[in-house]
């Protein structure tokens, strides 16, 4: 029995069994596969369907008898919209989320809310908080004219992660803060660039590229955490002996303290040219998370300082790949027998933070952003002409209901705004990359 909501050619019904059509769980598999392609926002779709298809497959039998299984999917969606927890945006105490009748009518507004919420239960009563007891207060931020919307704002999330909650992405109407990510690793590594394949070999489609990179990328990517950590713990000490100068602490005093610490996250992407035919499947990519300011056209402010602290922030991380990759390739090319010598994590940890004088590592760790950068805009550029070619065609099908067809278009659109987000940072973050 399939586990997510069914899509039925019949009108009534349609009406009745999509009552949220653009969060994630009622798309169907090929919209997640095709209008997503290439996002941050397919592989969070695919988390979320995954983790609630195992909760739905905890039905009951006689559950599923008195309840279709489409209603209970739309309940578990309804929950996931409208439930949050704590004025710091947590489930209360950990075991659940609330609903709250009226408040969870007010809609998002990250950039200029003019209402916010509170939870009152009475001085250091946590015991309250945790039986679910207690005051909901919303209170306004500013002024607000009669008949004016009020509109609070949910936290701050990348629009590839609202969408899987609310199946919206804001409009961005000034400024606000977004993210994007970047291959770690190259797709696809040639652990011999300055190898030059002979003219009979280039004609059997003879190749030096590692095909196999993706099954490292586990260690890999370990490694470079701890690089970082350690880079971190280095320059703490050295911040606490007053050897570094600590002057640009509040440059970006409002930046979201998730975009303070290092993510890696996996993206799905299609198989890179030159290896489809051996590897004709997605391939997990990881790639670090970074962020900053966009604005829309008629804003002027200059975040300059804010594209170039996302920068900085993902240094020590590419640092320690490009220490990985030069480790790699001289492996290969020093290497007699078909065993590789390992990896030195005190090496990566060296470059991380910037202790290794002999190499210059910012240097290879800003070609490997600007690399990826440029690998990440014309993925998204290629997957979003597909999607668009896909959709088109679907629209020309026959035998489509009309509902069904104008929530897909809901959901394209969804999928538009998330890649367009991508690629808005990616391009802001680019100019800053190159003018370095």
Known sequence: MPLLPQHENNSMNNNNQHPFPTHYLYWTDDEVQILLRGTMGQTKAREVRAGI??????????????????????????VLSRSFGDAAGRDLDGKGRMLVPLVDMLNHDGEDPN??????????DEDKIAEGKGDIAVTTLRDVKGGEE??????????????SSYGFVPELKNERWE?????????????????????????RGATSLDLLLETNYGPLVKAVIAAVNAANEIEARQKMNGATDDDDGAVDEDRPEQLNRLEVVSLFRSPPQGTADEFAFQRRQPCVVVGTKIQSSD???????????????????????ASAISQLRS???????????????????????????????????????KEGMKDR??????DGKTADAWLSKQNGATGIDDVDNQHRQFRAGVARDVRGVEMNVLNTLQKTAIEW
């Open 53 to 78: 298809g195992l909760v739905v497959r905890e039905f009951s039998s006689s559950f599923l008898t008195e309840h279709s299984k489409n209603k209970g999917v739309s309940q578990i969606t309804a």
């Open 115 to 124: 209402v916010h919420w509170t939870w009152h239960v009475g001085e250091g």
């Open 150 to 163: 009020l509109l609070k704002c949910y936290g701050w999330r990348p629009a590839w992660d609202i969408a």
């Open 179 to 203: 993210c994007t990510v970047i291959p770690l690793f190259p797709a696809v590594l040639d652990l011999a660039p300055d190898a030059i394949p002979t003219p009979s070999e280039m004609a």
């Open 299 to 321: 804003c002027d402010t200059n975040n300059h300082h804010h594209h170039r602290h996302a920068i900085e922030s993902i240094l020590p991380a590419f640092r320690a790949a």
């Open 331 to 369: 492996n290969h090319q020093s290497s007699s027998t078909d065993e590789s010598s390992p990896i030195e994590a005190s090496q990566m940890a060296m470059a991380a933070a910037s202790l290794d004088k002999h190499i210059d590592w910012d240097k290879q760790a800003l070609n490997l952003i």
């Open 377 to 382: 805009l014309q993925t998204l550029v290629d």
